[in-house]
């Protein structure tokens, strides 16, 4: 290391009026001085500015192109959900496949047509149509009373023809719809009788 | 050659049965099972229609009707579709005898009526399903019109052109003007009915506000 003038030293610590050198020390401590100052200031451009720079400009790529990348990036997701809400979410989407879409028309084809259910079963807590379009299956075709005015009704699309049915009142209540006008013996032998609906196109 | 031997003895009852005892098994009580089996085989090898048998069977199960009455039941079915055959044949012997046309006839009979007017609907027009012809003439005697009145009516209807569904509407026009205030006789009726030909109103289609799909093969 090279030794320093003690006066020059002085200077520099700010212990000594940089006038009182002599000339040939104030030369040397005006250039230390400059140097010193420039060594405090950063860099005008550092390595960081130019890295953080690199990034800004790719972070300006179009929209799309973000939105491609975001979505294409492998993330993990976490989902909370109570396994109430989970369960409602479920039968909500079941109801929207299974069911009938609401009051969407259902059109029926060349050797089909709408067969329209109406009874009246005041107190009823349920009513249901069975027949031989539904290979008497029970539960196949329910009718609704929405308003509990006892007024019970459906419609569903059949083939064109004729089909035996009959109203199930309270899952347990056989009734020959009133209203049907056509009727026929059901042949087993107590004398009862199915209702007959005949179809047209 | 023992194994495979075997296997078709074990096979053959179950080929027997047919695809039908499958839609039956679980429906219809058990004891009630092998009776129905024999029957639709009976319908099978007569070449009759199995599906309104079936049908009787499976609604016999639905309503719980114990097993010796539902096997009557779907017996009854079988002479039924026997005797709409018969006729079938005798009204259009150059017709082939369809599945539908006998299921019809059979109906038609189930609903009362006489097989000597039902043989005279379809042999007045031996081209036709025979299904709404019977049922018109069906719907007509069951409002009090007398049968060969009915009959003259309906071939009046089809000479003029009317076909298919057309000719229950003209049961339906005759039912209304049997209603119409002033009291008319079913003679009046007919006559009236019989003077709008061809022109009978048409039955409204319905219009319900929610219209579903059937489930379910059924009929």
Redesign the interface.
């Known amino acids: 290391m090279t030794d320093i003038d003690p006066r020059l030293q002085e200077a520099l610590d700010g212990e000594r009026d940089s006038a009182t050198l002599p000339p040939e020390l104030r030369d040397a401590f005006a250039r230390l001085t400059v140097a010193t100052r420039l060594l405090a200031q950063p860099p005008a451009i550092s390595v960081a500015d130019r890295v953080m720079a690199e990034v800004r400009r790719s972070k300006r790529a179009s929209v799309a192109h973000r939105w491609a990348h975001w979505l294409a990036q492998p993330r993990a997701v976490t989902v909370r959900l109570r396994p109430v809400w989970t369960l409602a979410l479920a039968a909500g989407l079941a109801a929207v496949v299974l069911l ?1 879409g ?2 969407q ?2 059109a029926p084809g060349a050797q089909e ?4 259910f109406v009874g009246h079963f005041p107190g009823a807590r349920s009513v249901e149509v ?9 539960g ?2 329910p009718l ?1 009373d929405e308003d509990h005015d006892g007024i019970w ?12 049915y ?1 109203f199930v009142v309270d899952g347990e209540r ?1 009734v020959a719809d009133p209203l049907a ?10 004398g009862r009788q ?1 209702a ?1 609906l ?1 179809v ?2 | 050659m023992r194994l495979f031997l075997s296997l078709l003895l074990a096979a053959a009852p179950l080929a027997a049965q047919g695809p039908q005892h499958a839609r039956l098994e679980g429906r219809i009580p058990a004891p009630a099972l092998p009776g129905v089996d024999s029957l639709i085989a009976q319908a099978v090898a007569e070449s009759l229609p199995t599906e309104p048998l079936v049908q009787k069977a499976l609604e016999g199960g639905a309503k719980g009707i114990p097993a010796a009455r539902l096997v009557n039941g779907v017996r009854h079915g079988l002479v039924q579709l026997r005797d709409a055959r018969a006729i079938v044949t005798r009204a259009a012997p150059d017709r082939v005898a369809y599945d539908g046309d006998i299921a019809a006839v059979a109906a038609a009979l189930a609903r009362g009526l006489d097989p000597r007017l039902v043989e005279r609907l379809l042999a007045a027009a031996p081209a036709e399903p025979p299904g709404p012809a019977l049922h018109a003439a069906a719907d007509l005697v069951a409002h009090g019109f007398p049968a060969d009145s009915a009959a003259g009516l309906l071939q009046t209807a089809q000479q003029q052109g009317l076909r298919g569904a057309r000719l229950l509407d003209v049961a339906v026009a005759a039912s209304h003007e049997l209603q119409r205030e002033g009291g008319q006789t079913t003679a009046e009726a007919l006559a009236r009915v019989r003077a709008m030909l061809p022109n009978v109103p048409v039955a409204p289609p319905p219009h319900p506000r929610v219209v579903t799909r059937r489930s379910g093969r059924g009929s």
Request: glycine residues 18%; proline residues 8%; neutral net charge.
């Open positions: 009938p609401g009051g028309p259902v047509g709408v067969a329209q069975v027949g031989s379009f539904n290979d008497w299956q029970r196949a075709l609704r009704h459906g419609a569903v699309v059949l083939p064109t023809g004729q089909h035996e009959m056989w006008g056509r009727y026929v013996d059901d042949g087993f032998g107590a199915n007959l005949i047209r196109p």
